[in-house]
């Protein structure tokens, strides 16, 4: 159990700095009135959702560094997720999953149609155009790369809270014949599933999707069980995902 609220005065580099817990790390709507309203104190609310604990936990202590971040709440994907973010009143969340940002739980769609000023920022990711456009269709307004530095994800947390969207320059264009052709380059699901995958991949997934392991795989494909472990693990890293299942949910379902 947790240890009654409480809040302190911290002086980090002559800036006075309140930090506030309700014993989960969580601060309440009443301290957050507080600092929003300071003329002196203006930190950006962020909650941090990622489904690798380290990630979290590393994310959690480099941003508790700054002086204009302050991390409301974190925690992992859940049912129960999207509840505690809207209680923690951030004004950025930051993600760290693609799969688990479309899968069928929506976790971004759900959050922007609730509070579509909170700003999402995607972190870790990798330039597949169109998995980028797909999650800018979701709501997202941040998209960092996998190798950003750690003032990166910072400036781009920054940014999206000043009402700007951040995302690679390699990836810029995509946005501009998105907008030229949007008739045609709309990335849906499906044509995402025809572009990103090699067509031996493509049978993979369905595979997945009837309940084979990767040992029946390779027995009805005709190849190594390592042959398909190597697929499999190139797709996981593809789209984020953190199983098997959840590459067979994102790449066969249809629809936006």
């Known amino acids: 159990m ?14 006075p700095k309140l930090v506030a817990t309700d014993g ?8 957050m009135a507080v600092l929003r309203s300071s003329p002196l104190i203006s930190p950006i609310p962020v909650f941090l959702l990622a489904e690798n604990r380290l990630l979290r936990e590393a994310l959690v202590r480099l941003l508790s560094k700054k002086d204009d971040i302050l991390i409301v709440g974190s925690g992992s994907y859940s049912p129960e997720v999207l509840p505690q973010i809207l ?20 976790v971004v769609r ?4 609730s509070r579509p000023e909170i700003g999402v920022v995607m972190v870790g ?37 000043a009402g700007e969207a951040v ?9 501009f014949r998105f907008a030229a052709h949007p008739q045609i380059s709309l990335p849906t699901l499906s044509v995402r599933r025809s572009l ?36 499999v693990h190139r797709m996981l890293r593809k789209v984020g995902a953190a199983d098997r ?6 790449y066969s379902s249809d629809g936006p």
Request: hydrophobic share 45%; net charge negative; glycine share 8%.
């Open 2 to 15: 947790g240890h009654p609220g409480f809040v302190k005065r911290v002086f980090k580099k002559g800036i």
């Open 24 to 31: 989960d790390g969580h601060l309440g709507g009443s301290i």
């Open 87 to 106: 209680s923690a009143a951030p004004d950025i969340v930051v993600l760290d999953s693609v799969s688990k940002a479309l899968s069928q739980d929506r």
């Open 110 to 113: 759900r959050l922007h149609a």
């Open 125 to 161: 990711m990798e330039a597949e155009e169109g998995v980028f456009l797909r999650l800018v269709q979701e709501g997202v307004l941040g998209y960092v790369l996998t190798d950003a530095s750690a003032a990166e994800v910072w400036q781009a947390i920054r940014d999206v809270a």
């Open 167 to 175: 995302c690679p320059p390699s990836l810029s264009v995509a946005l």
């Open 196 to 231: 990103d995958l090699s067509p031996r991949q493509q049978q993979l997934v369905q595979l997945i999707r009837d309940g084979l392991s990767n040992k029946e795989v390779a027995a009805r494909l005709n190849l190594s069980e390592q042959t398909v472990k190597n697929h």
């Open 245 to 250: 299942a959840t590459i067979a949910e994102l």
